[in-house]
């Protein structure tokens, strides 16, 4: 458990700069053009495909954010042996987010939409991918650290 | 949420899915305009696209997690909500079930790919990619799948059914 906690933060650490940094850059003849995660949001979204947008902001920025935040406040709870406020609430929100952590997969696409984009133009990495694939890398670290069963037990005992 | 109400929300989420499955194949999900060249690709046309220029990897990746994927899951599904209150197979549907969870979000690269694409592609003239309605009912059918896996507890399997009532 204290183990997930540090890879949860160390997660949440490099979600900072996997969203603020351009994932690639594209270009074609002469034009180029920097990509952020959220700029793929906008994309869709300008392009009156709001629901998608939504699906996409929420899987790839919020959710991840929201479920390290929980998992790392349940944890800290357990390390330290003390029951903070919200512990429920925080140890429901991890139970529920689990299927909606879906950075590993945003990783794999970035890596297919690369490839994809080489037939299509100029396409250099950026340090934005390097950070998300970490933030994946450790995400699923966390998770497997992460003692459900454990975590289950000690918020039940709290009420 | 009694777990009748768990089973029958399930069974209405995969019906659901297996419907939009159709539209989802069947309409392109994107065009792409490169110098003046216009392209439409359903799902299956974005891996042949892949497969033909020659990277054989990447587009395997992308067919198990955008076209297998969501069959097995739907199959799969159908067959445990299927078998629902019998007690044939309980067990091997245990670690189907639990499969199912786990490969569950690998659908969704397609719709990160897109929301890739679709950010890099607007260089006005030279580049553009344009979302289609593909993609929403692509987004819909995952989204579907997943609830209809996590909302079917794993406890639910070997349950007894209900006795009829009179």
Redesign the interface.
């Known amino acids: 458990m204290v183990a997930a906690w540090a890879f949860a933060m160390a997660a949440l650490i490099t979600l900072v700069p996997a969203n603020m940094n351009p994932?690639?850059i594209?270009s074609?003849?002469g034009?180029y053009?920097e990509?952020?995660i959220i700029?793929?949001?906008?994309?869709?979204w300008m392009?009156g495909?709001q629901?998608?947008?939504a699906?996409?902001f929420f899987?790839?920025i919020l959710a991840p954010v929201i479920y390290l935040l929980s998992v790392s406040y349940v944890c800290a709870c357990w390390t330290l042996q003390r029951r903070l406020p919200f512990l429920g609430v925080a140890f429901r929100l991890a139970e529920a987010l689990e299927?909606?952590?879906?950075l590993p997969?945003?990783a794999?696409?970035?890596?297919?939409?690369v490839?994809?984009?080489r037939?299509?133009?100029t396409v250099n990495w950026e340090p934005g991918s390097l950070w998300v694939l970490a933030t994946a890398v450790l995400t699923m670290i966390a998770v497997q650290c992460f003692d459900r069963k454990c975590a289950e037990l000690y918020v039940e005992g709290s009420k | 949420m009694t777990d009748q109400v768990r089973y029958e929300l399930s069974k209405a989420l995969t019906l659901a899915g297996i419907i939009l499955y159709i539209p989802a194949n069947f309409l392109p999900v994107m065009t792409?305009t490169?110098?003046g060249q216009v392209e439409s690709l359903t799902v299956m046309g974005?891996v042949m696209?892949?497969y033909d220029?020659g990277?054989v990897p990447?587009a395997a990746?992308?067919f198990l997690?955008s076209v297998v994927v969501p069959v097995v899951k739907l199959v799969s599904l159908s067959w445990l909500l299927g078998l629902h209150g019998s007690d044939i197979a309980a067990s091997r549907r245990m670690n189907v079930h639990g499969f199912l969870?786990r490969i569950?979000?690998?659908a969704?690269?397609d719709?990160?790919?897109?929301?890739?694409?679709?950010?890099?592609?607007?260089?006005?003239i030279?580049?553009s990619v344009?979302?289609e309605a593909g993609?929403?009912f692509f987004?819909?059918m995952i989204?579907c799948t997943?609830y209809a896996a996590?909302i079917y507890k794993t406890h639910m399997i070997w349950q007894q059914p209900l006795p009829k009532s009179q």
């Open positions: 994932i690639l594209f074609v003849a034009n053009q990509n952020l700029t793929g949001v906008e994309g869709l392009q495909f629901p998608l947008g699906l996409v899987s790839a299927p909606w952590n879906l997969v945003f794999i696409a970035c890596i297919v939409s490839v994809k984009l037939t299509l133009g | 792409i490169i110098t974005g696209e892949l220029t990277l990447v990746v992308v997690a969870i569950g979000t690998w969704m690269i719709i990160f790919l897109l929301s890739i694409l679709v950010a890099v592609g607007q260089l006005g030279l580049a344009q979302a993609a929403l987004g819909a989204i997943l996590d």
